[in-house]
């Protein structure tokens, strides 16, 4: 979770964990994407002894074991059995008791198939604090269970936080170790200049106009490739953070410099932002410098921000929006629906643009949910003045939902899939875009 902190919401208090800890990492592992949905949802302003719950995800066993191997400090699995295999998630509890000797995390089973691990013979046999089924699992269940998980995590930190110190450093060091040496390859990467970018087109759903093009930068290190996402969660040096900014900015203006020359149609190049957050004075010291350099229209060039990028101080962040919108730059605030944010909160921000989370997209239009989120959000931005983007529409079904429900803009590659940044200018002139598929890196 991420976004201004909510309240607390608790009357537990235990003693000196305001002093130690910053969020409760719950892990939630289910191999079914609505699942994380709805339970993202009930946990959004969760908090235990006036610290908040930030719930991640995986969707597989394997996703697991890799997330809690780089984050001994989870204090809560909520654990699915039946994932890839019948019994992935009973092997899953065996990993983290016995090979990664984590006895401190909390791992609380919620099955929707209790005959594949009926409770008589999985609480003896696994070492697990918890089995509930999903059928069980109503909102103030579920909190419930959270609340007393996090106490029961917190009572045993507080019993030996030497050793539990102790347990932690190794794999906490190894992940450092792996972390820098990523960074290292990356800073020598943009050196060299060997990142890649792709562009995916944002269209306006009344019209099938090319309004907008998103920048993407993605870097393949050996078999792997990352896109923004991943190198979000993977960089953590600030000097390296701000020097993906430089170099996507500079890119951007680049491209809107060549673009306005060639006398091009009105158009924004959306760039995402990596620093920590968006009132750092390095960032803001980028974004005017580079605008000096060419002669785009207001509006031209959009700031991506997670809310992650506003948290802390919501002052500053409303300060800090707003300069950047005088200097001619539209902000976009992305994965709106999936986080805390209040409407008072963003009727202070008051950003540009908004971005629907991909997880009320998706099926939209047959998931009665998803559908009513979609169109609570789409008709709180029109009040505030602010324009929509639905991103990930995949199907033709959503399509025609969101543009029933007047939603601005739509992103996703049933519209158009990402590009080479030097097919777009094609691309808009004609209105045509490459088919999904076309997109490898080469």
Same mark, same amino acid.
């Given at each position: 979770?991420?976004?201004?902190?909510?309240?607390? $919401?608790?009357?537990? *208090?235990?003693?000196? /964990?305001?002093?130690?800890?910053? $969020?409760?990492?719950?892990? #939630?592992?289910?191999?079914?994407?609505?699942?994380?949905?709805?339970?993202?949802?009930?946990? /959004?302003? *969760? &908090? !235990?002894?006036?610290?908040p719950v930030e719930l991640r995800s995986a969707y597989s066993a394997a996703e697991a074991k890799a997330f809690l191997e780089a984050h001994p400090e989870t204090a809560l699995m909520l654990l699915d059995v039946v994932m890839e295999a019948d019994d992935a998630g009973l092997r899953l509890v065996n990993y983290v008791r016995k090979q990664l000797g984590n006895t401190d995390v909390q791992i609380v089973v919620r099955t929707g198939q209790p005959g594949m691990a009926p409770e008589g013979e999985v609480i003896p046999a696994y070492d697990i604090n918890g089995y509930f089924l999903k059928t069980e699992m109503v909102a103030q269940k579920l909190q419930s269970i959270v609340i007393s998980s996090l106490r029961a995590f917190s009572y045993i930190k507080a019993l030996r936080p030497e050793s539990a110190a102790a347990e932690i450093a190794p794999a906490a060091t190894a992940r450092n170790v792996q972390r820098m040496a990523l960074e290292e390859d990356l800073a020598r990467s943009l050196r060299k200049n060997e990142l890649h970018l792709l562009a995916q087109p944002q269209v306006r759903l009344a019209s099938g106009v090319i309004a907008a093009i998103e920048l993407m930068p993605t870097w393949k290190r050996g078999e792997v490739v990352? =896109?923004?996402? $991943?190198?979000?969660?993977?960089? /953590?040096?600030?000097?390296?953070? #701000?020097?993906?900014?430089?170099?996507?900015?500079?890119?951007?203006?680049?491209?809107?410099?060549?673009?306005? &020359?060639? =006398? =091009?149609?009105?158009?924004?190049?959306?760039?995402?932002? !990596? *620093?920590? $957050?968006?009132?750092? =004075?390095?960032?803001?010291?980028? #974004?005017?410098?580079?605008?000096? &350099?060419?002669?785009?229209p207001r509006g031209s060039l959009d700031l991506i921000v997670s809310e992650a990028m506003l948290q802390g101080n919501a002052t500053q962040a409303r300060e800090a929006v707003a300069l950047v919108q005088s200097m001619g730059v539209s902000v976009t605030l992305v994965d709106f629906g999936n986080s805390p944010m209040s409407l008072p909160q963003l009727q202070c921000l008051l950003p540009d643009r908004v971005k629907i989370h991909q997880s009320f997209v998706r099926n939209a239009a047959q998931d009665r949910g998803r559908s009513s989120i979609a169109r609570s959000i789409i008709a709180l931005a029109h009040t505030l003045g602010l324009t929509v983007i639905a991103d990930g529409i995949v199907s033709e079904e959503d399509l025609q939902f969101f543009k029933w429900e007047g939603c601005d803009i739509g992103q996703g590659d049933l519209l158009a899939g990402p590009m080479a940044v030097a097919d777009v200018a094609g691309a808009i002139l004609s209105g045509t875009v490459p088919a999904p598929g076309r997109n490898d890196l080469h």
């Open positions: 979770m991420s976004g201004i902190l909510p309240p607390d $919401r608790s009357s537990a *208090t235990t003693p000196n /964990a305001r002093l130690t800890r910053e $969020r409760w990492v719950v892990l #939630l592992v289910d191999d079914e994407p609505e699942v994380h949905d709805v339970t993202r949802l009930v946990l /959004a302003d *969760t &908090s !235990f002894s006036g610290i990352l =896109g923004p996402a $991943r190198l979000a969660d993977e960089v /953590a040096d600030p000097d390296l953070r #701000l020097r993906l900014d430089d170099w996507l900015i500079r890119k951007g203006c680049a491209w809107l410099e060549s673009w306005r &020359s060639a =006398g =091009g149609p009105p158009v924004c190049v959306s760039v995402p932002a !990596f *620093t920590e $957050r968006i009132w750092d =004075g390095d960032l803001l010291s980028l #974004l005017d410098r580079h605008l000096s &350099s060419v002669e785009a």
